[in-house]
């Protein structure tokens, strides 16, 4: 079927990115896909792009950057937006806009209307750093 086709794709774009060759991923998956469907409104594999939460540059360890818990697979724009600090999520997955984002981009990107991301613990933590060092709150 076309969605067990996208799965497919997803799966294996998740595991060119962040390294998940290894054990059952099939929940992971269908979480994974769920979320950013519901929040970008896209599942095609060939539009999306693996954000990292704390950036490639600034993890200690190569198993920090490769860490799935350290990425959040986004839609293009929301990716440009979050990797310049002009959106982040909270500790319940809403995205928050920056002050600095227009409200043009606001309504490009849906956050009004954006549901929530479901996030484990450590994408709580990794998350509360993006908001420390690269969300522009003001």
């Not at 929040?39 to 939460?53: D, M, R």
């Not at 200690?60 to 818990?69: A, F, G, S």
């Not at 979050?82 to 928050?96: E, I, M, Q, Y």
């Amino acid at each position: 079927s076309q969605q067990e086709r996208d799965k497919l794709l997803f799966w294996y774009a998740q595991a060119a990115m962040w390294g998940r060759f290894s054990g059952s991923t099939e929940s992971f998956i269908d979480a994974d896909l769920e979320a950013l469907q519901r929040v970008t409104g896209i599942s095609e594999p060939a539009l999306l792009k693996a954000s990292h939460i704390i950036p490639w540059a600034e993890c200690q360890t190569d198993q920090e950057r490769l860490n799935v818990h350290n990425g959040l697979l986004l839609s293009a724009l929301w990716d440009a937006a979050f990797d310049s600090g002009l959106v982040t999520f909270d500790d319940r997955g809403r995205a928050v806009p920056s002050p600095r984002l227009g409200e043009t981009a606001q309504e490009a990107l849906g956050i009004g209307t954006s549901p929530t991301l479901v996030l484990s613990d450590e994408h709580k933590s990794r998350l509360e750093w993006h908001r420390n060092h690269i969300w522009i709150s003001a």
